[in-house]
């Protein structure tokens, strides 16, 4: 140990190269990027997902560069964006996100790149070619932030079996689905929990004549019209639905249809790959697609866009993140996807009934009414969308567990007021 | 002070240097930044805070009547009743299993498997298993003539049957901990008072308990703490804020919902603060009485 002399001088030495090796590793992450640096994509375990990731081979061909996709659930990919983009992190460029739920946060806190002037300087891409409700979720403060990938309408799925045509109205499904309700069978199941049931729910707020908020921006969820369709929708989740409903989202609900344990079932038309999927469904010989039923204010379902696609404002590969952009949202790719049976945003490709072909035609024809009547929004269209569920979704748990909905109703409508103003101040950017 | 003296104390310095700027990087620096996160009023992103906010969260946080101090009721039962349980059974199976018999191995290897598992696959094996339209348990109430049950998806069943998952989780490491305690103790004592005609409770009450004492203590203090941190098995069984009507929604379940469902880290970091501030507590309390009733 006395051989090692350290005096003041190499000491200070020491400390100042340790500092600097430190600085220049945390330096070199924000250095300019080689040709063998990955293009890296954050993006849902979705079909849409799966179905680009086939095709990477062409992309990565075509840009020289090696890309890197990561599959996460919704949840994972929520907090991987939190995590890592509080940090200013890098090693994300091209970020898939769900539009109607995070883009204005992500606005707000500039973590998405300006793609005004890409999409709107490509004419081959042809940005006025997508449907005008996703394409004005897409725009914030003037400036568009995603390009939507992939749409979303909810579907009727009804066994075939069981009834003769499925019911046109919500009255009817009610009656049906009381009727049908017996200790072997549920008349309807849907999603309960109360910050998942929401998006669901918005088609039959809508369909009563309501909406979350109001014209001038206060809540919407205390007017008759909202209170009717919490009543509605928990009344036919209570009577007519299975026990735990509550505790019920799309993993939940979706297993006992397909299983063979309910009657009807509305969801995302998306998901109906899994009722004609032979190691999951027991009903794909007898299971039918409906549009959204009229309730006293018409067949109103939501028409959103579900998956978008931005580029994260921290990427230093933002020419290749646009590139990638470009071509798996481009005209060809998405008439492509939506041919294989993966519904897009462009107008020209709903157009073209080559690419409805890969559906059901029951389904396809359904799909086609819904996007027609669709409304561009599912949840409340505010900053703290988390929040706004669960103030929306509480008069529904209430509903289901057969509570009296008019008080919590209103006790829920005063919360959500009291937050749009917060909510409305945040959005001071 | 001689120069050899001064090189000594700096080349002790330097050799401690990785480990404390370990310890400064990894637990000072995140405590200090969550203490300071917790006086502004940061929300969307960490650095949106504006400035200091006066405390602002602290008192919102302590006002909250319908989030706050339910989920620190929930924590608090959630901890003491699976706690309590685990002690007492994990307890009995440690008397079962002290002295030596055939298959003792087997069964000890058996004990191990649920703390072998992670939380989130046990909470998702459960939740298949409790099911109430497909799951196992109701077909088996039902052959015993049983009601179905909701379980997870009953709003006032939730946190008993967690309770419950925990305690099949977590008995078998009370029962390992007390079984390693009670391979300690002297046999004398013991035998003494069985010749002098102590009854097995009276054995057990007043020789093995008092010298098992210190190795209960640490036990219940070790499991206390990690009950109280509970987050995955509720939050995979649960989802966001703990079901539908917050029904497990702990201190940490909601300050995980505060900074990612809401992102208020603000708030988050205030609650994140009390809920420390509540483990110190509890901590310095039950060392406090094991000191006590060993002195």
New interface residues.
Partial sequence: MSDIQLNRRAFGRLLAAGAGAAALSACGSRGTPGPDTPLRISAINHVWSQAVRQRLPEFEETIGRRVSMQLLTADQLASSYNVKLNASATDIDVMMVRALQEQLLFARNGWLADLTGLVEGDAAFDWADFQEAPRDRSITRGKVLSVPVVTERPALYYRKDLVSSPPATLDALREEAFRLTSRDLFGYVGRGQRSGAVTQWSSFLYSFGGDFTTADGGSGIGSPEAVAAYRFYGELLDRAGPPGATNMSLEQAMPIFAQGKAAFYIDADAIYSNFLDPTISTVREQVGFAPFPAGPAGSKPHNIPSWSVGINAFSLLRDDAWRFIQWISGPRMVTELQAAGIPGARASAWADPATLAAFPAELAESMRINAANGIGHDRPEVIQVGRARDIVGRPLVAGIIGQDVAPVAAEAHAEFADFLVRDNRQQEF | MS??D???R??RW?ML?PALGFVGLMIIFPLLFTLHLSFTDA??????GKGYDGGQNYLDALGDGRRFWPAVWRTVYFTVGAVVIETILGLAIAMLLRKPFRGMRVVRSVLMVPLLATPVAIGILWLLIL????GIANHLLGALGVP?Q??????SQ?LPVLMLIDVWQWTPMMALLLLAGLSTLPEEPEEAARVDGATSWQRFRHVILPGLWTTLMTALVLRAVDALKTFDILYAT????G???FEVETLNVYAY?L?????EYGLAAAVLVLFTLFIVGVVVLLRRRSREASA
């Fill in positions: 120069g050899f001064r090189s000594h700096r080349l330097l240097a929300f969307g992103a960490v650095n949106a099911d109430p339209t497909n179905p909701e379980f997870l998806g009953s709003v939730s649960k989802g966001p804020g079901g539908s009507d919902g900074t990612f469902d809401y992102q």
